[in-house]
């Protein structure tokens, strides 16, 4: 069973306006959130996190933002740029569990 | 500073073949996993190790077997590959509990 979803493959946005990628999890014990990017022929590189003791997380244009009770988070980039085009994944975890689960990732591609 | 280096980077096994996947990480990290990316399935978690030594079994680890004989080293094998197995493998370290993980490049395996 997929816990962790994200239900939007793909994702096209116009260099510098705002992008947002969505990610929903079933499992009421994670409580750690990560997102990873991934470009071609390379491996996830992390990005950014979040705890669910926090509803938000800022670094730089990236923002996580945690919604515990939709059990839903989402990864916001703003302003957008072509070098931020690559897949995202969405990943969760629970305390002292090294089962971390990832969504299936959403493909962004920023148009210059 | 390299990180997490896997060998090989591709790899054509035919079917009831065996074959060993290589990570070394020089970060000294405790934590080392071993992940295979399927289209549309995410990232999902083979094995894990806690430490030089140890070894436990993650989401997927039916027909892979693992070995942590050095901290620096986490080896994946094959016994008898199938179809199936055809994937993208990736490896990866942390310092602690899976919070900030490394990814290497990735294995591209095929399995004919």
């Known amino acids: 069973d997929q816990q962790v979803k994200q239900n939007s493959p793909s994702l096209s946005v116009q260099e510098g306006r705002i992008s947002i990628l969505n990610c929903d999890y079933t499992?009421?014990?994670?409580?750690?959130f990560l997102w990873y990017k991934k470009y071609p022929a390379e491996g996830p590189t992390f990005l950014i996190s979040i705890s669910s003791i926090k509803d938000k997380n800022e670094d730089g244009r990236f923002t996580v933002f945690l919604n515990k009770s939709a059990k839903h988070l989402s990864l916001h980039i703003v302003p957008s740029q072509p070098g931020d085009s690559a897949v995202y994944f969405c990943a969760a975890s629970a305390y002292n569990n090294n089962d971390m689960r990832f969504g299936a990732g959403t493909r962004l591609t920023v148009k210059p | 500073n390299a990180g997490v280096t896997q060998t090989p980077k591709f790899r054509v096994l035919k079917t009831g073949q065996s074959m060993t996947l290589l990570c070394a990480q020089d970060?000294?990290?405790?934590?080392m996993y071993w992940y295979r990316q399927d289209p549309g399935m995410g990232l999902r978690l083979i094995h894990y190790s806690v430490g030089e030594g140890t070894t436990a079994k993650g989401e997927v680890p039916d027909g892979y077997n693992v070995s942590r004989l050095k901290k620096q080293n986490f080896l994946l094998g094959l016994e008898s590959a199938a179809p199936s197995q055809t994937s993208v493998y990736f490896c990866?370290?942390?310092?602690?509990?899976?919070?900030?993980?490394?990814f290497g490049q990735g294995t591209r395996l095929t399995v004919v």
């Open positions: 499992n009421s014990m994670f409580d750690y």
């Open positions: 970060m000294n990290h405790e934590y």
């Open positions: 990866a370290s942390s310092h602690r509990q899976i919070t900030e993980a490394f």
